[in-house]
């Protein structure tokens, strides 16, 4: 087992925008692409700041077993008060979903840092039966052997899952989410993602849920296939005050199946309405 010094991570980041502060973080296997729907409406309020995770995108994809969502929450951590966004709005889908739950466990008590409001997507909560593709990149010998087969073909297997209607799948959302799996070390960061996905603590977290008090907005595709409705329901329940919506038709990525009634989802949230 190789360790590396997370201090030596410096993740890659786009901004868009004036105003306060709003945090985006994309799910397993994405990146910072995965917002371009929503990014010109926020950008008109915010400083809409895009974060890609550790070992995603375009940052850092170090030979290490630093990949859990708690080395995640770390480094994020330190990239908000790095870049000092000051009670910043945070959103994340699935994977990072989890990482902006357990970034408002951890800053919620922070003067300067607090999150003003929560946005939650189809995210990672409770445990659960990780989907196909998952349990096999977290099998030894089916995960180095699918290192074998063209990137386009495993994110295109991917994409049909997540989504409700597969021909709504843009050519180029699978050459973009390709791309990085293609890049010195980008096939092993998902390896290592997905064996640690959940992490052991994740029924001790899950207790803290309902201390959260942060304005929050739920957001779930009613059909979702990877992080099931009942998640959301239950997440809903979890904490106090929350507002939960479902995407009729809708699969695993609704801002990216339903840009639309996502947007106007997120924006009502922002407004306050």
């Not at 397993?28 to 309020?45: E, I, K, M």
């Not at 979702?224 to 929350?242: F, K, Q, T």
Request: hydrophobic share 45%; aromatic share 6%.
């Amino acid at each position: 087992m190789s360790v590396s010094n997370q201090e030596d991570v410096e993740l890659h980041y786009e901004e868009h925008g004036d105003g306060e502060p709003l945090l985006l973080i994309h799910g397993f296997g994405a990146s910072t692409y995965t917002w371009r729907h929503l990014v010109p409406a926020l950008a008109v309020r915010h400083r809409v700041v895009l974060v890609d995770l550790k070992g995603f995108g375009r940052s850092p994809k170090p030979a290490d077993d630093a990949y859990s969502i708690h080395d995640q929450v770390r480094l994020v951590a330190r990239f908000i008060r790095g870049r000092d966004l000051v009670r910043p709005i945070i959103g994340g889908h699935s994977f990072g979903g989890g990482v902006a739950l357990l970034l408002a466990l951890e800053l919620q008590d922070d003067p300067r840092y607090a999150p003003r409001r929560l946005i939650l997507i189809d995210n990672v909560a409770y445990r659960q039966r990780l989907p196909a593709f998952i349990r096999a990149l977290r099998a030894p010998l089916i995960g180095a052997l699918g290192a074998l087969l063209p990137a386009k073909v495993q994110v295109g297997w991917v994409l049909r899952v997540a989504y409700f209607d597969d021909d709504a799948i843009p050519p180029e959302s699978i050459e973009a989410y390709a791309r990085p799996l293609g890049l010195p070390g980008g096939r092993r960061a998902l390896r290592r993602t997905a064996q640690q996905l959940i992490p052991p603590d994740i029924d001790a977290l899950a207790a803290r849920y309902p201390g959260i008090r942060i304005p929050t907005l739920i957001l779930w595709g009613r059909e979702d296939e990877i992080v099931p409705v009942e998640v959301g329901a239950r997440l809903h329940r979890a904490i106090p005050g929350s507002r939960l919506r479902l995407l009729e038709r809708c699969g695993h990525i609704p801002h990216e199946e339903c840009p639309g009634t996502a947007k106007a989802a997120i924006l009502e949230f922002l407004e306050g309405r």
